[in-house]
């Protein structure tokens, strides 16, 4: 069974989408602003996005941008905006099918089969290792030296994004979309303070970690 979030401001929109889809085999999530759908997208093991881009906290554009930055999940635009300009921004942005409001549900079932069929099938959720500590991201639990280590909802969501994007950057303003919000996104000092924390708690000298790595004035990487 796979797994939509949907994401839009309409509760109505919300409402009969989780139960039309619901009712052909899908699992809804429901997010009404791009907040709740960035933070969304990494709590849930996601295989399809459909996104209004008309969104109260921020534009869906801004919501396409932080799930590429760590996800290919598929992302549908599902959106009241018809212009061509509009669709070439989104594709553009990283988006993978366009729907204009106002649209039919076979319409729309047949998008979500295309972009499961593209996306290919879903693997299982993987256990990253170093040599310090193992992240299992199915069970949402991290061991060093077979020892489980007590982390905070925010010291996972942190960690969480990091280890999805091994070897890659993740930007400062990607993690504090992602963790805390687009109202969060100049608060570099909270990500000093939580990569801190998860130093002290996972790498063997934090003052010279080897695998969560700060790239100074740009972001963070995750070296396994």
């Known amino acids: ?43 849930h093991a996601i295989d399809v996005v459909v996104l209004d881009l008309g969104l109260p906290d921020m534009d869906g554009l801004d919501v396409i941008a932080g799930l590429r930055g760590w996800t290919e999940v598929p992302i549908i635009v ?22 204009t409001k106002p649209f039919g549900l076979d319409e729309l079932l047949a998008r979500l089969r295309a972009a499961s069929r593209r996306a290919g099938p879903q693997t299982a959720e993987p256990l990253v290792s170093t040599a310090e500590f193992t992240v299992d991201l199915a069970n949402k639990i991290v061991l060093r030296k077979g020892v489980p280590v007590r982390m905070t909802p925010t010291e996972w969501s942190v960690l969480e994004l990091l280890v999805r994007n091994p070897g890659r ?19 570099t000092h909270y990500l000093r303070v939580y990569m801190a924390q998860l130093r002290r708690k996972l790498e063997r000298d934090p003052a010279n970690p080897a695998h969560l790595l700060t790239e100074a004035g740009m972001g963070y990487r995750f070296q396994p």
């Not at 709740?36 to 709590?43: C, E, P, R, V, Y």
């Not at 950057?169 to 608060?187: D, F, M, N, R």
């Open 1 to 43: 069974m796979n797994t939509v979030l949907v994401v839009d401001d309409e509760p109505q929109i919300l409402r009969a989408l989780q139960i039309n889809l619901h009712a052909h085999g899908y699992q809804v999530v429901t997010a009404p602003n791009g907040a709740a759908a960035l933070l969304a997208a990494q709590t």
């Open 78 to 99: 599902l959106s009241a905006r018809h212009g061509s300009l509009d669709v070439v921004e989104a594709l553009d942005a990283g988006a993978d099918d366009y729907v």
């Open 169 to 187: 950057l993740v930007s400062q303003q990607q993690l504090l979309t992602a963790v805390w919000g687009p109202a969060y996104a100049k608060e």
